[in-house]
């Protein structure tokens, strides 16, 4: 049985697409079967997994919408072992199409549930708000991984992320839960970001990895060649980092 995973945070530049193409990347790379949904109409995670925009017919956007199915819109073997659901501008119309549609909260769930046993990680990179599409992400999710920057106001919003998802558990998925909270765009140089991280791990009751994402150049340029960190850079400090991530949630999966 797969796992399904909602990389979610409404703050945006907090690097939840940078952890969903680089977590989704070397969850892959460790030999497991992941698909990575784009659920963001900016589409970032689908350029910088390595999927071509300009060639694509369909997206999550149709599939939700019911102009194709799963196969249809999905991009196999992206890299070894990734597959891709790929997003584009017209998934922000999504909201409006959706009004008045029963159980819209469940759309995306019926779509992904019949594959969900296929892989061994199914990853959904969720929009930096709190609408429809961040909703079904939620009801098809087993758990919510949450990125958070390290810059002052840290905290600012995840109270209302996390009844967010108190409130789905309760009305809409009953099995839904945090799986837990990475830091992001960490600078070892700066004392700001050792007491982000000190004030998050006292201030928070909820599963903190021990990874930590750092500030990293190579992981900013890796996007724009459509490339995850791992096979841009095999050995950088935002590889190692991420690696390190996915072998603990695998880890965690085991207990």
Known sequence: MGKIIAIANQKGGVGKTTTAINLSACLAELGKRVLTIDADPQGNTTSGIGVDKEKIINTVYNLIVGECNLEECMVKQVWENLDVIPAGVDLAAAEIELMGIPNKEFILKEMIDPVKDQYDYIMIDCPPSLNIL??????????????????????????????????????????????????????????????????????????????IIPRNVRLAEAPSYGMPINHYDKRCSGTEAYRDLAEEIIEADRK
């Open 134 to 211: 961040t909703i079904n992400a939620m009801t098809t999710a087993d758990s919510v991984l949450v990125p958070i920057q390290c810059e002052y106001y840290a905290l600012e919003g995840l109270g209302q992320l996390i009844h967010t998802v108190e409130l789905v558990k309760e009305r809409l998925n009953s099995g839904l839960y945090i799986e837990g909270v990475v830091f992001t765009m960490f600078d070892a140089r700066r004392n700001l970001s050792l007491e982000v991280v000190e004030n998050v791990k006292g201030n928070l009751d909820q599963t903190i990895y021990k990874a």
